[in-house]
């Protein structure tokens, strides 16, 4: 089942399913490839889609931003782990009709950007992975603050601030702005007591293959949430990504340095497209 409405900007659609009796809330920007990208815990649909759509790497793809199980408009009826949800992920691309995506995640997206990258290699042209969550953390970088203007909590309500702080190490008008209209509303939303079912079942069948498409992997240096050494240690299962610890940055990397991540997620699309220099034929 698929519905639609069209805002004023005919760019954006706002859509949703029905996979496996979980209702799925997504929208979509654009038309061409697919680029379907998986936000991070708590939040919704609308922190990923403000960073990538900011960045305007993406033009000439369909984007397709959806909430996770328990998070913005999304249900999690009888999902009781992550590989629940990795599952339904996997039948959501079948479902959008597609043929082959781009998949790209963050934080706790790209755990399950990888799970599902691992039980249909042939449906993901080329696996992005911002900030990602592992099964289980190693060592974590200090939350050092990497820039900061006062003039940024002027733009949020004193209760928000501490969040603010504990999330990103650049603190500026333009990421408070950022916290503010696309973090906070989805955090507001999100079904406490249904993530809390699926994400007591955490780990995820990643298999033992390697993942041979076109790959590209952040971590941010200042990343006191993920840290960066189990980003390094995710090259010897993708044998054609690209590696970038970024300093000047943290969990909220995707706000935080615009100007590189449009640079390597270029890069990365155009050796993922189809017929592009990291793939076959």
């Known amino acids: 089942m698929l519905s639609a409405t069209r805002r004023s900007n005919h760019y954006r659609v706002d859509m949703q399913c029905r996979v496996n009796g979980v209702d799925i809330n997504y929208v979509e920007h654009g038309e061409g490839v697919p680029l379907v990208a998986l936000h991070g815990a708590g939040v919704d649909h609308r922190e990923l889609e403000a960073a990538i759509e900011a960045v305007g790497v993406a033009a000439g793809h369909r984007r397709i931003y959806p909430d996770l199980p328990g998070m913005g ?40 950007a990888r799970a599902v990258a691992a039980r249909r290699p042939e449906a993901v042209l080329g696996l992005a992975l911002l900030c990602p969550l592992a099964e289980r953390s190693g060592p974590v970088a200090r939350h050092d603050v990497a820039a900061s203007d006062p003039g940024a909590y002027d733009e949020l309500e004193p209760a928000h601030r501490q969040g603010f702080d504990e999330y990103f190490v650049v603190r500026t008008p333009a990421t408070a702005r950022r916290y503010r209209d696309h973090v906070l509303p989805g955090m507001a939303l999100a079904d406490e007591a249904a993530l809390g079912r699926v994400f007591a079942g955490w780990s995820v069948d990643l298999g033992s293959a390697t993942f041979s498409a076109p790959t590209l992997i952040l971590a941010g240096r200042q990343d006191s949430v993920v840290g960066y050494t189990d980003a390094s240690n995710l090259l010897e299962h993708y044998p054609q990504a690209t590696l970038a610890v970024i300093d000047g940055a943290g969990h909220a990397l995707p706000h935080e340095r615009p100007e590189l991540l449009a640079a390597l997620l270029r890069d990365w699309l155009d050796r993922a497209h189809p017929g592009g220099p990291g793939t076959a034929g």
């Open 73 to 112: 408009a999304s249900t999690a009826t009888g999902l009781t782990c992550n590989d629940d949800v990795a599952t339904l992920l996997a039948a959501f691309l079948d479902q959008l009709g597609t043929g082959p995506v781009m998949l790209l995640g963050h934080s706790y997206g790209a755990y399950l």
